[in-house]
């Protein structure tokens, strides 16, 4: 499986982000601090496994601006193709879950797992998925504890085995401690104890009533001997019972027993860890073969590079003088290449202040610039001035944007208002229509004669009031008095059915809806007219306002002795680039000073090293350097010769005695091989190893009928009780089916004889009651036959803990012989590749404890070791874990997780890391910019990058 892109809708401090993984294999993520690495790496966990609960110690990253947590994760699965999971927060506490392919065809969330190849979320987020964090708190366990984490992580993906353990342990600690007294069953066993002795005292005292105890003699007696009965055929019908629950067990224990019987007396001569024994000494013997060989060969080597060597003692007596110049050579390097560099800075400093002058238009002198006063005060001072005039001229633009809207407004509403004032009836003409009207009759007035007028001063006074502007709401307030006289006049004449002549009736209609209108529009443009007063008086406010910022500018200037254009100060970065050519004057001065020292102390060494050279005869170069090195390299050949030989001649001697030595180790290894063979009772290798593997299967066997025999012995049954029910289970199955079956039905006699009895024997104990002075014994009596019932009851409890442990335990045992060692060996070969062959394994001991191995054979536990190399030891065993844990191609997320590691174990970790990439995608996030340089062919997404939008 591989993720190909990330769309975050909203996720802690995220929203709308988009990020894409084309790219197969191993992608660095790069982000600043706080840039959210954490959060998108959270955020694939959610996508795959949903969000966590509010009860769960891991972060909830619900949005702070009340938005829902969600997004999307679109994946590509060998098997079924392109799928885009969108989660977002809603019904479910883990989020809705949506699944769809490029298609549009959608699945449920049950369709998520078969995507995920059975990767359960426990295992993701122990093998797939971690950080430092998750490596440095490994370091925090004991090596048994670390050993165990090991064991339970390969097998089920985090702690939750090893948890497990713990917990069952503690269940039983809660129960039952040997030497405890808090323990439930151990308070049981004190409670019983303490009423056994009160029934003993009570028993004694009713002991005195012989007299009555004699009228009930044969009746407790029969009562006895019924129940005696009873118990007894129970007894036996509980084992019989317990015998076919335990059938399963019973017969792989037989079967064992058949299987280790079939083997007889054979393999019971070899060795104890034979097989590893021999190979060992295999092993041991052909590194000293090999050792042996090559001390031969470099002895021979030895004897003739001896013979080959003559040392020049006329040259070697002028060492002193030669080694003397020669020391001090370094420093005559030094002093040329720095005076190289200065010169480099100050030609670099020199185009740097061009650049800058270039860049500003102007050119500035040196006094002018020291003259400059640019503190700290000051320049946050010029700082907020610049901001008060960006802040003004944005709000001068806005105004001068609103009074070229509102200048465009009134022209079209003066236009408007003329066009309409044309369309209105003169003097003469009204009164022309007026006089036609000859009736006094008044024709119903429309509905919307009054409601227009109503609306339209409705909107006036709103106007008038949001812009305070008194004129238009009084226009308002009059528009509704003439609404109310027409509605009026609508209320009082609406019932009159004379009508005004048809076509001066029409025109005065047509001339007062005219009038209306003209009105609301003259209304309007006189509100428009008021506006555009009050934003051009706001715009005379804002020009004084960046007068006055401009004269604080020009005293700035004078204050802080600036000789330039007072209307660059307000330029983006001018006083910033004046500030570095300041800092740049300073530093060369500096250099130029540092150059003259420099150039003086690189004079006196050439004077001092042509004064004594002059005592060497040699003319093989001209120039200070050439001609030190020279002699110094010839010196160094012969000095290196006397040395050698020197060496040769120690050499020599070493190798004769170490020759002894191994040959004498040798011969003793082919003794213990010879030995083994004679103890297994073999001639050759092949034969010794098939009686191994032979011995290896009986010993196995043994160990898993040693397992049954203990958990057997764990119930509480005898060796002898063991082999019986055995033989029960095995051989006489359908006796013991028939022996359980009569077992009952004599139950159920045995139990309706003892009830009539029980019934006799009570009346007589009420006679006895009466004779006794209190019920305490009853009462004591029946207390101690509950805590009895109750107290078998944990220990039943107790039992069943005891034995789910053991088969865990068995569990553990038998992944560490199967699987584990495949994860120590390809955590070994990891960690090898890391150290450069430093360390040549991880070692897994008997006990449960962790090891790193050196290449000399040292060992060391994981608190032995650096920070570092404990933390790569932990890398290497994640890594293993993924590799047969889980899905072959399941991508790993990896935060930051080489922050302790040097440069050098770095750049290894990443080309493991890389090699392991070609098989699935690996995602490694990381704030240090310095690690992409360490592996350049991959690939590296800057985060956030322009098509990620951060809310920071």
């Known amino acids: 499986m591989k993720i190909v892109s990330l769309h975050i809708y909203h996720f802690g401090g995220l929203r709308d982000c988009k990020i894409s993984f084309e790219q197969s294999g191993l992608q660095l993520l790069f982000g600043e601090n706080e840039a959210g690495k954490t959060t998108l790496m959270d955020f694939m966990k959610c996508m795959l496994y949903g969000f966590p609960a509010k009860n769960q110690s891991e972060r909830r990253y619900e949005p702070k601006n ?159 001997k019924t129940k005696e009965n009873l118990a007894s055929i129970q007894k036996e019908l509980r084992s019989n019972k317990r015998l076919f629950e335990l059938k399963p067990v019973l017969e792989k224990f037989k079967q064992l027993e058949i299987e280790l019987s079939s083997f007889g007396s054979m393999n019971k001569n070899f060795p104890e860890n034979g097989i590893q024994r021999y190979e060992q000494w295999v092993k041991e013997g052909s590194l000293l073969k090999g050792e042996l060989d090559y001390i031969h060969d470099r002895l021979r080597s030895a004897e003739k590079e001896q013979k080959s060597l003559i040392p020049d003692t006329s040259l070697i007596d002028k060492q002193n003088e030669i080694k003397q110049l020669f020391n001090k050579l370094p420093y005559y390097k030094h002093l040329y290449n720095q005076l190289l560099d200065l010169k480099k800075n100050v030609e670099s400093i020199e185009k740097e202040e061009a650049n800058l002058f270039e860049s500003i238009g102007e050119t500035w002198t040196e006094s002018d610039l020291k003259n400059l006063s640019l503190s700290l005060s000051s320049l946050h001072e010029l700082e907020d001035l610049i901001k008060q005039s960006f802040h003004v001229k944005d709000k001068k633009r806005r105004l001068e944007d609103e009074l070229e809207d509102s200048r465009m407004k009134l022209e079209r509403l003066e236009k408007e208002e003329a066009e309409q004032k044309g369309l209105l009836l003169s003097n003469e003409e009204l009164e022309q229509f007026q006089q036609q009207n000859t009736t006094k009759q008044i024709n119903k007035l429309p509905f919307y004669s009054a409601v227009i007028p109503l609306l339209s001063a409705v909107v006036l006074i709103w106007s008038g009031w949001s812009s305070s502007n008194s004129s238009v709401m009084y226009s308002g307030i009059f528009l509704i008095t003439i609404s109310v006289v027409l509605a009026s006049i609508y209320t009082k004449k609406g019932k009159s059915d004379e009508k005004i002549p048809s076509p001066a009736h029409h025109r005065l209609l047509e001339d007062e809806m005219n009038r209306k209108q003209w009105m609301q529009i003259s209304a309007q443009l006189s509100n428009e007219n008021n506006i555009y007063l009050q934003l051009a008086k706001q715009l005379d406010y804002i020009e004084v306002e960046e007068a006055a910022i401009f004269e604080s500018a020009e005293k700035w200037g004078i204050q802080n002795g600036y000789r330039g254009n007072s209307a660059k100060l307000f330029v983006s970065g001018y006083m910033k680039r004046l500030f570095e050519l300041k800092e740049l004057l300073k530093q060369k001065e500096a250099l130029n000073d540092k150059i003259q020292k420099v150039n003086d102390e690189k004079t006196a060494y050439e004077n001092e090293a042509s004064l004594l050279t002059s005592f060497v005869e040699y003319q093989g170069h001209r120039d200070t350097k050439g001609l030190v090195v020279s002699c110094h390299s010839r010196l160094e050949e012969q000095l290196k010769n006397r040395a050698e030989v020197e060496r040769l001649t120690r050499s020599c001697k070493e190798f004769l ?296």
Not at 93 to 113: A, C, M
Not at 756 to 761: I, P, S
Not at 772 to 792: A, C, F, I, T, V
């Open 66 to 224: 009340g938005n829902r947590m969600g997004g999307k994760m679109t994946i590509q699965h060998k098997k079924y193709g392109r799928w885009t999971i969108e989660r977002i927060a809603g019904t479910k506490v883990t989020g809705d879950v949506t699944l769809y392919d490029e298609t549009g065809q959608q699945k449920g969330e049950s369709f998520l797992f078969q995507l995920l190849n059975g990767m359960d979320h426990s295992l993701f987020a122990g093998a797939f998925c971690f950080g430092i964090d998750g490596l440095q708190k490994l370091d925090k366990l004991t090596s048994e504890e670390l050993g165990n984490f090991l064991i339970s992580t390969a097998i089920s993906g985090d702690r939750d085995l090893l948890e497990i353990e713990q917990n069952l342990e503690k269940k039983q600690s809660l129960l039952f401690k040997k030497a405890g007294k808090k323990p439930i069953i151990n308070e049981k066993l004190e409670q019983l104890k303490a009423i056994g002795k009160s029934l003993e005292t009570l028993k004694g005292k009713n002991e005195s009533y012989l007299a009555v105890k004699a009228q009930k003699e044969n009746l407790e007696k029969h009562l006895k």
């Open 657 to 952: 005695e170490r020759k002894g030595s191994l040959q004498k180790k040798f011969d003793f290894i082919n003794v213990q091989i010879r030995k083994l063979w004679d103890e297994a009772g073999v001639s050759q290798e092949l034969d010794y190893y098939q009686r191994g593997r032979s011995a290896e299967h009986l010993i196995k066997l043994h160990e898993e009928r040693e397992t049954f025999y203990n958990q057997l012995k764990t119930l509480g049954f005898s060796t002898h009780e063991i082999d019986e029910m055995t033989e029960k289970v095995t051989v006489g199955y359908d006796d013991t089916v028939q022996a359980a079956e009569e077992l009952e039905k004599k139950e159920e006699d045995a139990q309706r004889e003892y009830a009539e009895a029980v019934e006799g024997k009570g009346k007589l104990e009420w006679e006895l009651n009466k004779l006794l002075e209190d019920g305490s014994y009853s009462e004591h009596l029946h207390r101690y036959e509950w805590l009895k019932e109750e107290w078998n009851g944990l220990v039943k409890k107790w039992a069943t803990f005891r034995l789910a442990q053991h088969a865990l335990q068995k569990v553990k045992e038998n992944y560490q012989k199967t699987k584990l060692p495949a994860v120590l060996e390809t955590s070994s070969v990891y960690f090898s590749k890391i150290t450069e062959s430093e360390y040549q394994s991880i070692l897994f001991t008997d006990t449960n404890e962790l090891m790193a191995v050196k290449e000399d054979g040292t060992r060391f536990y994981p608190h032995e070791l650096s920070r570092g190399t404990a933390e790569q030891v932990y890398l290497s065993i994640r890594l293993a874990v993924a590799k047969h844990a889980g899905p072959a191609d399941f991508p790993i997320l990896m935060d930051d997780i080489a922050v302790n590691f040097d440069e050098k174990r770095t750049r290894c970790t990443l080309l493991l890391i890389q090699e392991a990439a070609q098989e699935r995608q690996i995602l490694f996030f990381t704030c240090h910019k310095h690690v992409a340089s360490l592996v350049p062919s991959v690939p590296l997404i800057h985060w956030p990058s322009r098509s990620v939008l951060a809310e920071m």
